[in-house]
């Protein structure tokens, strides 16, 4: 009698997985419903940093460029400024 009462309570209670099954199609139901809206959100993020990086690499290349060429212009005033004859003003 034991064993049957046993083997009753089993099958009434139902277990873990038994009880997530439920919660696991609601889930399904909810990612085939909304996997167009995720996936265009998705794109519009990985585009949207992207963006930004290409943006920010080219402001760094830009900004190095100008570097430079600050740099090819004070190359050019030191030029000038040595071939000029040293007078007593600016020896």
């Given at each position: 009698?034991?064993?049957k009462?046993?083997?009753?309570?089993?099958?009434?209670?139902?277990?873990?997985?038994?009880?997530?099954?439920?919660?696991?199609?609601?889930?399904?139901?909810?990612?085939?419903?909304?996997?167009?809206?995720?996936?265009?959100?998705?794109?519009?993020?990985?585009?949207?940093?992207?963006?930004?990086?290409?943006?920010?690499?080219?402001?760094?290349?830009?900004?190095?460029?100008?570097?430079?060429?600050?740099?090819?212009?004070?190359?050019?005033?030191?030029?000038?400024?040595?071939?000029?004859?040293?007078t007593?003003?600016?020896?």
């Amino acid at each position: 009698m034991a064993e049957k009462g046993a083997e009753e309570s089993a099958k009434a209670s139902p277990s873990s997985a038994e009880k997530l099954l439920p919660r696991h199609k609601q889930d399904l139901d909810y990612w085939k419903r909304n996997a167009a809206r995720l996936r265009t959100r998705n794109l519009g993020t990985g585009l949207l940093i992207g963006a930004f990086v290409v943006g920010m690499f080219s402001y760094t290349i830009l900004s190095v460029k100008q570097e430079r060429v600050l740099e090819e212009l004070d190359d050019e005033a030191r030029v000038r400024i040595m071939r000029v004859p040293p007078t007593g003003t600016n020896s």
